[in-house]
């Protein structure tokens, strides 16, 4: 079976994050229904845990960043992980207001919790609605991130 973790998430936002039905609040029933729809619980369990986290850094008070317009420097294992086209669209919905600075690492950071080799294009612009979803203030930026998630269509340049 090829699914991963961002298919896990991706299930779990289509089915619970944008619905009007809330997931099952007991974590067995809910893992016992991913498991149903066919996704291994090794996978299962990473992609709640990965949640758990995201939740967790969420809570946590972030100081603002001294500058705004600041440039950010990649390491090494960030560029093998994050191609070309990620780091773009990274930058675009920055330079776009859709990710702030402390979003963008938010982002970030979860895209090298994955337990993928590569992360794509497209599970980057799913882990961008998923740190979104939940940040007051942001509902707009969550708005148009989900037209782009959801749009087959090219919709910006880097």
Known sequence: MTDTMVDV???????????????????????????????PNVV???AIQWL????LMQMEPNAK?????????????EKQRLDQDCRGLLLFLEQNEMLDPI????????AMALDTGLVGEDELKWIV????????????????????VY????????
């Open 52 to 55: 758990d986290e995201l939740a």
């Open 129 to 148: 609605l998923l740190v979104l979803m939940n940040q007051p203030g942001q509902e707009l930026a969550f708005a148009r991130m989900e037209d782009l």
């Open 44 to 46: 299962v369990e990473k």
């Open 103 to 110: 979003s963008r690492e938010t982002v970030i950071e979860r």
């Open 65 to 77: 960043p001294s500058r705004l317009n600041a440039m950010r420097i990649y390491t090494d294992e």
């Open 9 to 39: 998430l991706i299930y779990l936002y289509e089915n619970y994050m944008d619905g009007e039905t809330p997931p099952p609040t007991d974590q067995n029933t809910l893992m016992e229904e991913l498991s149903m729809a066919g996704f």
């Open 151 to 158: 749009s087959d269509e090219l919709a910006y340049l880097h």
